[in-house]
């Protein structure tokens, strides 16, 4: 009798806890959600390519796919539910798919540039990008890579232009030992975009200054790893960081990967 309630038992648990994984109402948000790493991956997938973006949307089905959208290609069916999804959560969770929404809208809406312009000259070498958020790194510590390297070495530092991708405030600029010369732009939903190892400035940036999406920031480079004005310890590359606040975080980084292939629709070509 024992060992038919113990395997009972075991099969009641399997049971709830794939209903759990597969139910939205309850594994795939809570109030750490924006801390954890599915959702810091970003993995709008190329759905969010051809589509406006629709925050519930967006929102509602990140959480029924568990933060990873890559399988929905167009006008995918599975697509068709959301707005039950969204009804279901903002029944049973309201504040926490509020505080999604919210994240999702704070990182894409300010969004209408993409950092590196193309050139006039077909013949120019253009810059290449991949998904190494979550990378090792090792220079002052073991570390994880926050950010998206948009590679420009085939040129020099100093050949490709870096724009800001928002308009915002300038919240930090000038030297720091692992991002070289960096300046960081706060929008005005409140995410905050790291732009580093730039070569130079376009002018004498100051904390507090305005910029508007396009605005010319500096240009591309090497610097960095060291003290001030240390350059050639890596490829003339943009590292580009993404970060926002949540509630044990002033600033907590998230995947810039498929936001830059999201923001590819906005680039403008440039006369360098």
């Given amino acids: ?27 795939q948000l809570d109030a750490d959600t924006l801390e954890t790493m599915e959702f810091r991956q970003m993995q709008l997938g190329d759905w969010i390519l051809s589509e406006p973006p629709d925050y519930d949307r967006l929102t509602a089905l990140m959480i029924s796919a568990n933060y990873d959208l890559r399988p929905l290609k167009g ?36 969004i209408s540039c993409f950092p590196v ?19 090792g790194r090792t220079y002052g510590g073991e570390r994880i890579h926050e950010g998206c ?7 020099p530092r100093g050949f490709y232009p870096v724009l800001s991708m928002t308009a915002g405030t300038v919240e930090q600029v000038g030297w720091l030992e692992k991002g ?15 732009y580093a190892h730039l ?3 376009s002018r004498s940036w ?8 396009g605005t010319l920031l500096g240009f591309m480079g090497d610097s960095g790893y060291g003290s001030e004005g ?43």
């Fill in 117 to 135: 312009p193309l050139s006039v000259n077909a013949e120019t070498p253009d810059i290449t990008y991949s998904d190494t958020f979550g990378e």
């Fill in 180 to 194: 070289g010369w960096r300046i960081g732009i706060r929008t005005p939903s409140g995410a905050y975009f790291y």
């Fill in 230 to 272: 240390t350059v050639g310890m890596f490829d003339v590359h943009l590292h580009l960081g993404i970060y926002i606040p949540t509630e044990h975080y002033y600033e907590l980084s998230v995947n810039p990967y498929w936001i830059l292939r999201f923001s590819e629709s906005f680039r403008t070509r440039a006369d360098f």
């Fill in 1 to 27: 009798m024992i060992l038919i309630l113990l395997l009972f038992l075991a099969v009641y648990t399997a049971a709830f806890s794939g209903y759990l994984v597969q139910n939205p109402d309850y594994s």
């Fill in 149 to 155: 390297d948009l590679m420009g070495n085939a040129m």
């Fill in 206 to 213: 100051q904390t507090g200054d305005t910029v508007q999406s």
């Fill in 199 to 201: 070569y130079s400035y």
């Fill in 75 to 110: 006008e995918n069916k599975n697509t068709e539910n959301w707005q039950e999804i969204r009804r279901d959560l903002l029944r049973t969770k309201p504040e926490e798919y509020e505080a999604l929404k919210q994240a999702y809208t704070m990182i894409l809406s300010d």
